[in-house]
C-alpha cells in the first residue's frame, strides 16, 4: 500500500514544530510526495492553505501528526467519526500514540511515500449520556471516559452495571472507563493494568476509592457498561480523552459500548507496542 496523499497537521505550540514542518515541506517537495498542510499549520509556517480538518480526511490517504498524544488526541476529536490513519511524530518524550521521535521524521516520510508502516487498529469507546430516556449525548473516546467531580477533589457515589449486572456502587473520587490504548494513560496512574492494543476489554479503574478493595475490573468490550450517579450528589462532570467535559445531572445515565469503528494507528516498520512501552517506562529489566 502507498499513501497517494499525506495530510500534515502540527502543534504549532511545540518547541521545534515549525522549523519540522518547514523541512517536512521541503523533502515532500523534493521528492513529488503530495502533501496537504492544515490551514492552522499552514498559517504558523507562513504558508498558504485553507484545508480543514474534513478536507485532509477527504483528500489524503495518512495523517502525519507533529506534537505529542494530546495532539492525536485533540486531531481525533476534531474529525468526529471519520478516522484515517495517523501517523504521529512526537516533538518532546517519546509518546504512546505519537510513537515517531522527531529525529526520526524522515523515516515517517519514507514510510509513509512508500507505504510501508504498519497499522495498529485501536479500539474506540462510543460514550452516550442518556437523559430523561432520550440520548443527549454522544460522544468517541480513544483513551477513556472519566467520571469525576471536576475541580473539587470530593467523593462521588456512582452506580456501574455490566450488560444489566450490578458491578458496584463506587464512592470513590471518581471512575474511569479505559480502552486498552487508554490503560497506558490516566488509568495506569490510579493503578490499573496495561493492556495491550488487541487483549479486547476495557477496564473499569475506580480513583481513590474509599473501600481499599474496590480494584480495577477488566470488561469484555462487547459488554455494555452503564454508569448512574447515586441521588443527591454533587455536580459532577463526564471528560472525554481529556478533552471534552459535559455536566451530568441527577438521573442521567452513562452508557459505554465499544464504537463500531476504529483507528488505525501507523506505526513504522519494526515498531511494536511493547517497543513502545519498554522505551517509555523505561524498562530495563536492572535495578539501575
Not at 498524544?69 to 504512546?96: A, K, M, R, S, Y
Not at 458496584?168 to 486498552?180: C, F, K, Q, R
Amino acid at each position: 500500500m502507498s499513501s497517494r496523499c499525506i495530510g500534515l497537521i502540527a502543534n504549532h505550540g511545540k518547541a521545534g514544530a515549525a522549523d519540522l514542518v518547514r523541512e517536512i515541506v521541503a523533502t515532500c517537495e523534493s521528492r513529488s510526495l503530495p502533501l496537504i498542510i492544515e490551514a492552522r499549520t499552514a498559517e504558523a509556517v507562513g504558508a498558504s492553505s485553507g484545508a480543514t480538518h474534513r478536507d485532509l480526511v477527504r483528500d489524503c490517504d495518512l495523517l502525519l501528526v507533529l506534537g505529542g498524544d494530546g495532539t492525536i488526541l485533540q486531531v481525533l476529536h476534531e474529525l468526529c467519526d471519520d478516522f484515517l490513519p495517523i501517523l504521529g511524530i512526537n516533538l518532546g518524550t517519546l509518546g504512546f500514540l505519537t510513537c515517531v521521535s522527531a529525529s526520526a521524521w524522515p523515516e515517517a516520510i519514507e514510510a509513509a511515500a512508500t507505504g510501508t508502516y504498519c497499522l495498529s487498529e485501536r479500539t474506540l469507546l462510543d460514550v452516550e449520556v442518556v437523559r430523561d430516556g432520550q440520548r443527549f449525548s454522544r460522544y468517541i473516546a480513544l483513551n477513556d471516559a472519566v467520571i469525576s467531580r471536576g475541580e473539587l477533589s470530593r467523593l462521588i457515589k456512582l452506580n456501574v452495571t455490566v450488560d444489566d449486572t450490578t458491578l458496584s456502587e463506587y464512592n470513590a473520587d471518581g471512575l474511569i472507563v479505559a480502552t486498552p490504548t487508554g490503560s497506558t494513560a490516566y488509568s495506569l496512574s490510579a493503578g490499573g493494568p496495561v493492556l495491550s492494543p488487541d487483549s479486547g476489554v476495557f477496564v473499569v479503574t475506580p480513583i481513590c476509592p474509599h473501600v481499599l478493595t474496590m480494584r480495577p475490573v477488566l470488561v469484555s468490550d462487547s459488554s455494555r457498561i452503564e454508569i448512574t450517579p447515586s441521588p443527591q450528589q454533587p455536580e459532577i462532570f463526564l471528560t472525554l480523552d481529556g478533552q471534552t467535559s459535559t455536566p451530568i445531572l441527577a438521573g442521567d445515565v452513562i452508557r459505554i459500548t465499544k464504537a463500531p469503528q476504529r483507528l488505525p494507528l501507523a506505526m513504522l516498520p519494526g515498531m511494536s507496542f511493547f517497543e513502545v512501552l519498554r522505551q517509555k517506562l523505561k524498562w530495563s529489566g536492572t535495578a539501575i
